[in-house]
Structure formats: C-alpha cells, structure tokens
C-alpha cells in the first residue's frame, strides 16, 4: 500500500512540475515573440496636460482625433478604486495567468443554460487583449484573445496590466482613460471621486450610453445595476452614496486659458510628454488679459479692436505672460490671430538698436550731435522724412534724439552708419522676420519701415538691462531663478547708455512733453511706437528684473483714430510693471565701471564752456576728451548763441522750425523746474489711484549735494541727484519747498 501511495505521490509531483515547467516554456515563447500591438499601446500618446508655474491647469491637449485620454500613475489609484474594478470585473485577476477558467466556464454554462449572453467571463487581461487588438466576436475571436491575453500576461506585471487597462478603458463621448472619465462625468480628479462615484463610473465602460449619469433617464437602470454589482461583491456602500453620486454627476467643461500660448509651445512638445510645468503665470496671464479688454473696449470708438502683451522675466528669460488677442473666440476681430507672433510695422521701436550699434561699432557717443533740419535721402527713391510733430529741432544730442523718438536724426543715423550693417545687426539680435524677408530695405527702417513681430522686438529690448546680453526665452518653468547669459552683442557701456537714455524723462520732453504717463517710482526704461498709418500702436518697458511688450491696433490693417504708442499701450506697459514690481521694487540700472560722469552744454554736446547756459551730466567712458563749446560767446556783453551755419540755413526759412535748448537758464542753485508754480491736478476715476503720483523734477548746481522736501512745511523726505521724485498727495492746495544749503525754491500746486 505503501509502494501505490508514494507512486501516486510521484506521479502527482512529476505532473504538477511538468505542467510548471509547460507553463513556464510557454510564457518564455510568449516573452519572446514580439508583440506590437501591445507596444504600440503602451507607446500611444496622452493627452498632454499643460501647467502654468504654480501648478494651476492652463489646457489637458485633445489628441489629433479630439479624444482626450489622461494619463494616471498607478500610485493616484485609489486603493478602493482597484479592488471596486478588480471585484466586480476580475475577482481572481492576480491568481490566473490571463484567463479564469472557473469564470469562464462559468460564464459559457449561463449562456446556454438561459439561451442569451448574461455573462461574458472576460478577465481584465481578456478586456485589455481586446482594446489591444479587436477581435470579431465568433469562437475563433475568442480564441484569439484568450491567447492574447496570455501574451499580456507573460510581458507585463498585474499593476502594469491594471494600470494600462485602468488609462485605456474606452467611456465613449471621445474619452479614454478613469481620469478623463471621471472629469467628463463627474467634473473632477479621479482620486477625489468617492467609493460610490467609483463604482458608477466602473458601469460606463460596459455601456457608454446605457449608462451614461448625465442622462437622467439612465439613472434609474444605473442605480438598479451599481445596487446589484454593490451586493454581489460585497461592498461597504450605502444605497443612498449610490443615488448621491448619480446626483453629483455633471457635465466638465476642460479648462482653455492662454491659447495662443498653448498653440506656441505646442511645436516644442515631445509628442511623448503627458505633463509639463511652464513658466506662464496663469492668475497674471488672466489678470492682464482682463486689462486689455478693459483699454480696448474704452477707446472702442477710437476703431481699437484688438491688442497682444509679452513679459519676459530678464533674469531667467522665462515667460510669464502670453496674451496674443483681447479674445480668442472673438472671430468677428480675427481673434485667432496670434499678435504676440504676427508681422506688423514696428513704428518708431527699432531705434534703440539702432543708436546701440551706432554707439558701439561707429564711435557715437550720448552727446553726439545729430542734425533735426529738413533733410531728403536719395537712392531708389527720394525720402524726405519729418518728425511726428513736423517740427525740427536743429542740433540735437543723440541723448535727446532717442529719448524723444525724433525721426530725421534716426533716419541721418542710419544713413551714415550703412542700412545693411543696420540689418545685419537686427537679424544678430534673432530678428527672423528680418532674416526671412525677401524685401529690399531703406533708410526707412530706421522709423519702422520693416514687418517685425511683439515678440522679437521684447525680447531683444530686454538686452540693454541685461548688459547687452541676449535673452534666450525659456516657456518651461526654471527650478532656480539665477541670471541666464546669453551671446553678448553690445558693451556694458552701451547697454547702460541706452537703459538710462529710455528712462530720461528730462530727455524725452521735445517729443512727448512733461508727461505722466511713464511715471513710475522705480527705474524703468520705456519705448513706444506708432506706425505711419496708425494701424500698429507700440510700447515697452523694462526694468533689471522684467519686460514688458505691448501691441494694440486691428488685424484688418484698420487704422486706430487717433491714438498713439505713447498713449494706450504706453499706460498699460506701466500699469504691469507697477503689478510686477508691488511687492519688491527692482535695482536701478547699475553704473558699469570704467565710466565717469563730465558737465557737457546741453546745445553742443561738448564739455561746459564758461558761457553756456548751465550744464548737465553724460556719461563717457574713461579717459575720454571734450572739446569746450565755442557755440556760446560773448556779444555785446551779452551772451548769444551762434549756431553753425549748417542748421540756420535750413532753419530760417522754415516756418514751423524751432531750436530746442534743452536746458534754459537757471541763475538759481536750486530750482523745482517741474511742475510749474500753481500747477493743477485732476485725477482719473477710472484709473487706479496708487498709480496717479506726481512727479516732481528739482535742478540742483552741486549734484554731490542732498536736498530736503517740504509739503506744508512739514519734513517729507530727503533726496539726491538726479533729484527726481513723486508725491501722492490727496485732494487740496499744497505747499511744496526743496532746501538746499545755500539756497531753496517753491511751488504751489492743487489737486482736484
């Protein structure tokens, strides 16, 4: 007896390894032939889920077929959620090698027992191998999936199995995957959906539209089958969770902020990617997009429908803001359009680089004299160009011929430096418009004669306050905001040159006059631009930590009525620096070394004769020679001014022709030159407050010396050269008086 039993022991023990090791050969086989539709849908993309720097969802991208399937890591599974799938779908998924053989037999025994198909005895792994590759639904179909399904057993671990299986179920209304189920169902993450909402959703899969808990008609069946299911599995949830969660069910509608944003990164994106961090800010994005529809539909009557905005961070390069239309869907405007990246004449806003190359490659300096008389160009055609006011000025400093936007001195720059060096030069500075333009350029270009984009011009005005380094823009977020280099194109002297010259205010008056507008109570450099025909209005401001572009006008090509560059756009650019700077004002714009400060005659640029009319400061590099002004003498015993010939020849027989001193005569030591005495003051409701200051501009001799301000004879603050400042003072008359050592000056001014 003996002997038998331990037969039958070994008999038992050889079949059992035998079967082991026929299983185990069969998987190797399996392992080992390729199995390409199953790679492919691993490999299948995802819908790519956009975030902006906090983390905040801007876009989850549709796929090309408008499907979106959301990718879900097997750790933001719900416990709960994969033993509600595996209970009422699997209940033996991690014992069998793909098929249950109970389940299925089970299943084909009801079926002919009952005359209908009332169970299938479908694993998961039978479910996935038939999203995987469809099979007909025939025996031999079967049979195709079940070996199938032993194939995905034999290459992937259950949690991989569950995982794919679980971001691949197909909920019907172009969805795919628990998560973007749960979105479109219940209208949130599935990690948030409770053990009852789980459960519906298992049910949509089955039967998209059967069981689809947004139509209210379906409730009753859905209730009925999830009851059914919770009592068969034996889960602990109640009824009443189930008619709630049907309740909870509603429709989602996928975020779609910033997409013109979106549509610009898009080309960047690893096709691979199913989530990315970029730099926008999206609260700022909104924000601003909420201030540009608010200008535009102000100055509506002005024929002003449209406008785009770009911020830069100088630091990082890292955008922060992208706004391309006032409304994306606002397709009787062109909405669509991209006005960050579409080709419009830039106006006046080509300047600054064109006085940056002069200063750097030819030898000009901040007080090189300019001619402002009537001047024609010849070449292919006669131009004859004429500043925005139709006036000339004479002799001006190249200070004062950008800081004032002046256009005949651009022209005359451009001229004597060579139009095509000044075009080589844009397209160093990544001006690809330029580059790709098979147009012929003149001395036009100098004042806007060119189609360029908002985004290449900010990007290389941010170049002068990052010391002539070019900014590489970066749309993902940066781990650490740490100053990036990039190419250097200009020198650190002409890099500050021209961020102090575009954050004169005394320099920009021939142009634009004592305005407010470009008052702010930090360091910024500003540059606006109108074209001729008033259909692209400009303006930028930096500062050392940020940059801001603005475009406003029509993509019909619609001229805007009378509004310019230095108007709108300019009061908008200063509203987000004041946003961008609120918490931290920025570092002013640092003096390089090997610079030193000289008294120069604002008429003759040249070093501070004995009978100029006052002087001012420029800054040259060291070691550099002033000739004296000889254009002031002494006649009469009077002083005159005697200009060179050159400029009265034109100027005496035009009739609009005005010499600009630039300075006057200020026999004080110190003197408020702005405002005027009795100056009066009207505040704007609609605009915000805080950003209504009042700039005071006092002139001291001694530039060494601190001066202290008084406002109703009470101390308010001390202040040093160059002895600009700004006052919020609310509505009344006030007394305001600037002390120096040896001598003091005052004003009155009211405010209503």
């Given amino acids: 007896m003996k002997k038998g039993k331990n037969r039958n022991l070994k008999k038992t023990i050889f079949i059992l390894i035998a079967i082991v090791l026929a299983i185990t050969v069969i998987k190797v086989i399996l392992f080992l032939i390729p199995y390409k539709e ?125 995982n794919l299986y679980l971001n691949s179920l197909p909920f019907g209304f172009n969805t795919i995957g628990v998560q973007s189920g749960a979105k479109i169902f219940f209208g949130k993450d599935f990690k948030s959906l409770s053990p009852a909402e789980i459960l519906v959703l298992s049910l949509i899969p089955r039967n998209p539209s059967k069981y689809n808990p947004l139509n209210i008609e379906n409730r009753e069946a859905i209730q009925k089958k999830a009851i059914e299911i919770k009592k068969r599995i034996k889960l602990d949830i109640k009824e009443e969770d189930i008619i709630n969660a049907l309740e909870n069910a509603k429709s989602y509608k996928y975020e779609f902020f910033a997409p013109h944003f979106v549509n610009y990164i898009k080309k960047y994106l690893d096709k691979n990617i199913k989530e990315v961090q970029t730099s926008l800010d999206l609260e700022l994005n909104n924000f601003i997009q909420k201030k540009l529809e608010y200008y535009i539909e102000k100055y509506s009557n002005r024929r002003l429908t449209n406008g785009a905005v770009i911020v830069f961070d100088n630091w990082t390069g890292e955008i922060l803001v992208y706004i391309g239309s006032k409304d994306f869907f606002d397709k009787e405007n062109d909405g669509e359009i991209d006005g960050v990246q579409v080709l419009n004449q830039p106006g006046s806003t080509l300047k600054p680089f064109l006085y940056a190359l002069a200063i750097d490659k030819f030898d000009f300096l901040p007080n090189t004299i300019l001619d402002d008389v009537p001047s024609f160009f010849g070449g292919e055609e006669v131009y004859i160009p004429k500043n925005f006011n139709n006036r000339f000025n004479g002799p001006v400093r190249l200070r004062v011929a950008l800081a004032s936007s002046l256009n005949v001195p651009a022209v005359q720059t451009v001229v004597k430096i060579g139009v095509k060096n000044f075009v080589a030069h844009l397209i160093d500075l990544d001006f690809e418009s330029i580059k790709k333009s098979k147009k012929g350029y003149g001395s036009g270009i100098a004042v806007g004669n060119a189609e360029v984009s908002l985004f290449e011009i900010a990007k290389a005005f941010s170049i002068f306050v990052r010391n002539g380094e070019k900014l590489n823009p970066e749309y993902l977020k940066v781990k650490k905001r740490e100053f990036k280099h990039g190419k250097k194109i200009y020198s650190d002297y002409t890099s500050f040159i021209i961020a102090d010259i575009l954050s004169d205010a005394k320099s920009r008056t021939i142009g634009f006059g004592m305005t407010e507008i470009f008052n702010t109570e930090f360091q910024a450099m500003f540059k606006t631009g109108t074209s001729n025909q008033f259909n692209n209005i400009w303006a930028f401001g930096s500062t050392t930590n940020y940059t801001v572009g603005v475009w406003m006008g029509n993509f019909s090509g619609e001229t805007v009525i009378g509004v310019t560059g230095s108007s709108i756009p300019a009061r908008l650019v200063v509203e987000i620096l004041n946003i961008l700077h609120n918490k931290k004002k920025p570092d002013k714009f640092k003096i390089p070394s090997g610079i030193t400060e000289k008294i120069i005659c604002p008429l003759s640029g040249k070093k501070i004769g004995d009978n100029c009319y006052g002087g001012i400061y420029e800054y040259f590099k060291e070691g550099i020679t002033l ?16 200009l060179p010939p050159f400029y009265t020849q034109y100027l005496d027989k035009i009739e609009n022709a005005e010499i600009q001193f630039n300075t006057p005569f200020i026999k004080k030591d110190v003197k408020i030159l702005y405002p005027n005495n009795n100056a009066c003051y009207y505040y704007d409701p609609n605009y915000p407050y805080e950003s209504q200051k009042i700039k005071i501009e006092v002139f001291c001799k001694d530039i060494k010396e601190s001066l202290s301000v008084y406002i109703n004879n009470d101390f308010y603050k001390k202040i040093s050269y160059p002895y600009n400042f700004f006052i919020s003072p609310k509505r009344g008359k006030f007394l305001i008086e600037v002390k120096g050592i040896k001598d003091s000056d005052t004003i009155n001014i009211e405010v209503k």
Avoid at 627 to 642: A, F, P, R, V
Wanted: glycine residues 4%; aromatic residues 8%; hydrophobic residues 40%.
């Fill in 627 to 642: 000739l004296e002004c000889d254009w002031h003498k002494i006649e009469n015993g009077k002083i005159k001014t005697i």
């Fill in 38 to 162: 199953l790679d492919r849908l691993k490999e299948s993309f995802y819908s790519v889920k956009i975030l902006d720097r906090n983390n905040r969802t801007i876009q989850v991208l549709p796929l090309d077929n408008g499907t979106r399937r959301e990718f879900l890591l097997d750790r933001d599974i719900p416990r709960i959620a994969k033993e509600i799938f595996i209970k009422s779908e699997d209940k033996r998924f991690y014992f069998h090698l793909g098929v249950d053989l109970f389940a299925l037999l089970r299943a084909t025994w009801l079926n002919i027992s009952q005359k209908k198909i009332v169970s299938g005895g479908s694993t998961i792994t039978m479910q996935l191998s038939r999203i995987v590759s469809p099979q007909n639904k025939s025996i031999a179909g079967k049979f195709k999936e079940i070996i199938n399904a032993i194939r995905i057993e034999s290459k992937l671990t259950k949690n991989e199995i569950l």
